[in-house]
């Protein structure tokens, strides 16, 4: 049964050595951040699942332990997630896993085992909510940490440039995140989510299969798009 869930977006911006010069800028995002992880620990679960878009090669598990880094970012910050050892040939985390790894370092996570579940863009809505299901089935109480981004389409600077639809569709995701509807959530448009470059959308999805049936309310913490690109943060509880 799913206990409690947040969604955060996984910018490597959050990282204040990545952001630099730049990081002041993002303080209030992280500061909903780390209270939507609070929410988290506070729910008590027997296991905490992160989920979050991944290529190919991310695609599936992530053990605890699990290694990563933002050196591709230009700054020597390892992370990893959970408490434990990566197995030797274990791959780097997904740029997501990497930053939620580091959230939940900051917030000195220990209240359960962490693992990692990557999941593809292409997924259908209905495959992401079978997902879903499956994982809010894996133990009497399990908690989501929902990593994933809104359009990359919402300003002229943005990374995918400005596409007229996308505050449309952040503003739809948004509602729903802040409302637990998981209706509304499996109702986004998977083509429109691709055109305006939602990475959220499939990993939004997969938090409507496991909150079906689990009763909780939703609350909208942050919602913003300071690059050009969506970022909300909000939880299930």
Known sequence: MLAA???CPAPPLLVPEVAAGAAPELDPLR???????GVLAAARPERLLVVGPADRDGRG????????SFRGYGVDVEVRLGAGD???GMPD?????AVAAWLLARAHWDASPVEGLGIGAPLAADRCA????QVAAGAERVALLIMG???ACRSLKAPGYLDERAAGFDAEAARALAAADTAALLALDEELAHEVQAAG????????GAGERAGLEGRLLYDDAPYGVGYFVATWS
Do not use: K
């Not at 500061?31 to 992880?37: E, F, I, K, W």
């Not at 079978?130 to 299901?133: D, I, L």
């Not at 959308?201 to 409507?208: C, D, K, N, S, T």
């Open 5 to 7: 869930a947040a969604v």
């Open 31 to 37: 500061a909903a951040c780390s209270d939507a992880v």
């Open 61 to 68: 598990p992530h053990p605890q332990g699990s290694a990563g």
């Open 86 to 88: 990566s197995a030797p």
């Open 93 to 97: 985390l997904p740029p997501s896993f």
């Open 130 to 133: 079978e997902t879903g299901r």
């Open 149 to 151: 981004d809104g359009s």
């Open 201 to 208: 959308r499939p990993v939004w999805q997969v938090l409507a």
